[in-house]
């Protein structure tokens, strides 16, 4: 695994957190499931392992993982790269 490739994923997986938080209730559901409570994610949000749970989070409903993916521009696949990536 390079330094840059796991940068990119984790610059996408950021920008997958910002479109799951912006939707009420995908943000709620991942707060829930996760057990991680806000001031936690604050802190926390660009440590691959809160990165990679997010994206396993959104793999789990395929329609979640569409609608983030589309959010940020790039296929579901690229989400489930990043998330490999970020796992290494």
């Known amino acids: 695994m390079t330094a840059h490739a796991t940068n990119d994923a ?50 789990s409903h395929e329609p979640d993982l569409v609608m983030v993916a589309d959010e940020v521009g790039v296929k579901p696949e690229t989400l489930v790269a990043a998330r490999r990536e970020l796992e290494q």
């Not at 806000?38 to 392992?49: G, K, N, T």
């Open 10 to 59: 984790a610059v996408l997986a950021l920008r997958a957190l910002a479109a799951t938080l912006g939707d009420e209730r995908l943000a709620q559901r991942f707060l829930s499931l996760s057990g991680i409570d806000p001031p936690d994610l604050r802190q926390r949000a660009s440590e691959p392992d809160v990165l990679a749970a997010l994206l396993r989070f959104l793999e």
